[in-house]
């Protein structure tokens, strides 16, 4: 049964790897300046190179594809460990008010420091790799006040969940869009489009700022992966297989927190990744966390690369907002979700 389950699991990721290099395809050969795959091979390689393709490619290209992959294998992550510490199917870093909160911290970042002028100065990198902790601290403070409202006789109410998520992410919303008024027209209009979740002006400083605490914290939550399967067990049943169920609870929690506010920190509010990368990862390979964890991963990388060409090539010369191609697939599959789970 094992052996079936592993080889089921390598043929999809295969297949999803296939699929994310199909969408890398198109998203770096396709936009305002199309390019053919050869002019792409020759830039990347380095033969007869072109100041041109350069600029597209390593300026503008690249880094958006990169920082779309990064941020999906993030939520995907982030979101398979809330909904396995949870034991919610309709969990998700945006809905429970994760996103919200590492946002709204962001922003108040962005106030202060304000963002037009950081992004112009030789403290660019220093602010920039600030972010993601900023962005951490919010994230937690949501995730404390979450907890406060939905812990019940000392047990965590699942309905109270969604609902406090619900109105954290609400009240965290109308902070971020409070201070963005606040902000002058520039900044006003970088904080705009970067609450909507937009990757447009990704660069590779932003890379360098997130990749981290992917690697980091990515690593942590996939050791520990297999205590998502134990979690499904009544608690008491989990403690007496010898698993600290707090501790490690609070681990996974803290880890998916940094990891949601290391995405938020370059890409805004981007909803539903979360939400749908694990549900389709556990329809395809199984409930065994070690192998749904990283399809989601993948899945999230997918979905999001591809949203971001949509986003960038349906309205051309206009651009839409990654988050709201991402809304526009994610809110239907929520809707199926609370009549398949009959909610």
Known sequence: MTKKVFSRFALMMSIFILLTFGAFYLHVTNGIFDMSVWDVCKTILRINPNEKFDLVIFQFRLPRIVIAGLVGIGLGIAGTVIQGVTKNGLAD???????????????????????SSITSTQSSFTSILMMPIFGFVGG????????????????????????????????FGALSLYLSLKMNSQDYEMAAVWIAGSIYNANWTFVASMLPWILILGTIIYRKSPLLDYFQLEESSAKSLGIKVEKE???????????????????????FIGLMAPHIAKQL???????????????????????????KT????????????VSIIGIPYFLYLLVKLKV
């Open 249 to 271: 609870k609070s681990i996974l929690l803290l880890s998916s927190i940094g990891l949601v506010s290391a995405c938020v920190s370059v890409s805004g509010g981007i909803g």
């Open 314 to 325: 349906v309205f051309a010369p206009s651009e839409l907002s990654v988050g709201i191609v």
């Open 285 to 311: 390979v199984g409930i065994q966390h070690k192998y749904v964890m990283p399809m989601s991963a993948v899945i999230g990388m997918f979905l999001l690369i591809f949203s971001d060409y949509i986003a």
């Open 140 to 171: 937690v403070l949501a995730a404390a006040l979450i907890y406060l409202f939905s812990w019940r006789n000392g047990v965590l109410d699942m309905q109270r969940l969604i609902l406090s998520g619900i109105a954290i992410s609400s009240g």
């Open 93 to 115: 870093p945006g809905i429970l008010g994760i996103n919200a909160g590492a946002g709204a911290s962001i922003v108040l970042f962005m106030y202060f420091f304000q963002m």
